[in-house]
């Protein structure tokens, strides 16, 4: 048979028998005494007594009991401190972050970095290439096994952007600074290099013509597999440290003017035979292009892109490129000196042409006069990309042009600029940027094909 009366605790006397003293009076009883001198009777007395007694007993064995336990317990906390470490110690080296393949790591770093977003992104948005504190110096600070994988990594070391201002301020002296460039060039290996350089500085003086000397002679060493340059600031190394040097690699080149008011102009004289695209951000203080390819790469130059100039400047540029194929004109600004429409510029081979328009209450008459001014029998890709009504334009240019439109890209006032197309039904694709409801795209659809049915009529439609 089983055992079922509980035995106390031999150590501290428990047991759940155990049972407080019974109180031998009404709880009236005891308030009426509590509030008055009365002497309680001679019988209460002893029951007050007597209880008095029991229960002060059994507080002290309650105070007993409960000094052993805090002990108990504190001996528990004691060894808990010295357990939880080690077993922490095992936990850690057990976590399935440690199973993670580095190519999984290499992914989460390569967005981590910003590698994911194209040049023009990830350069405005970076700091220069030697800041420590920045992906990917900063992934390899964390332990030896992303140390290691960040330097088996070129992709991680292939951008490098160059602010001589932030170099300047933020490391300390030329010899580190070259040892950094040795470092993170040694690391990018043989992949091809997107370059960013800014080499202007507001202080002119012999110490800094030979720290941007000693930079750019690091940096061109290995111009051989620059595939993309930005030079911004001006130019900021200057005519002749650049054209010293074949760039065999190089595909494109932005210039990024600089906002002094000089309105000179210079030729970037460089050796490229792959070279195909080039574009241009002019100056806020002027509506013309200040620096220019050497008339030796026009044939080869089949991409054009211009930011911040005026129509005029476009239509005096172009013609310069006789295997242009894709131009993309931003920002277009408002000119005195408009072109006249009478004259119209035929780009045969233009197959791309892309308008991007962020102020069109100024720049209104001269995006008419430009799109006026052309005829692209070739094009098959259009991109529209600006607020305000030049769908009558737009039909002009096709009606001119003749073309036959694959690809359409529009903004989210896309209505207003392609309203009527001529030739809808050979659209293959139609992308339509910004923030619509159903309901208006809908409408842009139906204003693209001229046609109020409910279901825009897009035979060859693939993409949209």
């Known amino acids: ?50 209880f008095v007694g029991e229960g002060q007993s059994f507080l002290n064995d309650l105070d007993t009991r409960i000094a052993l336990m805090k002990a108990s317990i504190q001996a528990l906390e004691n060894t808990r401190e010295l357990l939880q470490p080690v077993v922490m110690q095992y936990k850690e080296s057990l976590n399935p972050i440690r199973r993670m393949s ?59 952007k160059i602010e001589l201002r932030q170099i300047q301020t933020s490391t300390s002296g030329i010899s580190m600074v070259l040892l950094l460039i040795s470092i993170y ?87 490229a035979p792959k070279l195909r695209a080039w574009s241009t951000v002019a100056s806020r203080w002027s509506n013309s292009v200040k620096i220019m390819p050497t008339s030796s790469l026009f044939h080869q130059i089949t991409d054009y892109s211009l930011s911040a100039v005026a129509s005029s400047e476009v239509l005096r540029i172009i013609p310069q490129f006789p295997n242009l194929r894709k131009l993309s004109v ?3 600004l408002a000119g005195t000196d408009s072109p006249s429409s009478e004259r ?15 102020n069109p209450l100024t720049a209104f008459p001269a995006l008419t006069a430009l799109l006026d ?10 991109t529209v ?15 001119r042009s003749n073309f036959q439109l694959e690809h359409l890209i529009v903004g989210r006032d896309a209505g207003k600029f392609v309203k009527g ?30 046609t109020d049915a409910q279901i825009p009529p897009f035979p060859d439609l693939r993409e949209l």
């Not at 001014?373 to 259009?382: H, I, K, N, V, Y």
């Not at 990309?385 to 009606?399: Q, T």
Request: net charge negative; hydrophobic share 35%; with cysteine.
């Open 330 to 332: 931003r920002g277009l």
């Open 344 to 358: 119209v510029l035929c780009l045969p081979n233009l197959n791309e042409f892309s308008i991007e328009q962020y």
């Open 185 to 271: 060039l040694r690391h990018s290996k043989t992949l091809p290099l997107i370059v960013y350089l800014n080499m202007s500085s507001p202080k002119s003086s012999p110490a800094v013509s030979d720290f941007i000397t000693n930079i750019s002679n690091a940096v061109l060493t290995h111009s051989w597999r620059w595939k993309s340059l930005v030079l911004a600031g001006g130019q900021g190394t200057g005519a002749t440290s650049v054209s010293e040097d074949d760039f065999i690699s190089l595909e494109r080149i932005e210039i990024r003017e600089s906002d002094s008011r000089d309105g000179t102009t210079s030729t970037l004289e460089i050796v």
């Open 421 to 450: 197309l001529l030739n809808p039904l050979v659209l293959r694709s139609i992308a339509i940027r910004g923030d619509h409801s159903f309901s208006s795209v809908h409408l842009v659809l139906s204003e693209i094909t001229g």
């Open 373 to 382: 001014s052309l005829s692209c029998p070739a094009l098959t890709r259009l």
């Open 102 to 160: 580095s190519d999984v790591w290499g992914h989460i770093f390569f967005y981590g970095a910003g590698y994911h977003k194209d040049h023009e992104d990830y350069f405005a948005s970076t700091s220069h290439f030697l800041d420590l504190n920045s992906p990917p110096w900063i992934y390899g600070r964390v332990c030896r096994q992303w140390k290691d994988i960040i330097h088996s990594m070129p992709s991680l070391w292939a951008r490098v």
């Open 1 to 50: 048979m089983v055992n079922t009366e509980e035995s106390a605790c031999p150590q501290c006397g428990y047991s759940s028998k155990s049972r407080l003293p019974v109180s031998p009076s009404d709880s009236s009883r005891i308030a009426e005494l509590r509030l008055t001198s009365q002497c309680p009777t001679v019988e209460e007395e002893q029951c007050f007594r007597s």
């Open 385 to 399: 990309i600006a607020s305000g009504i030049i769908s009558e334009a737009v039909k002009r240019f096709e009606m």
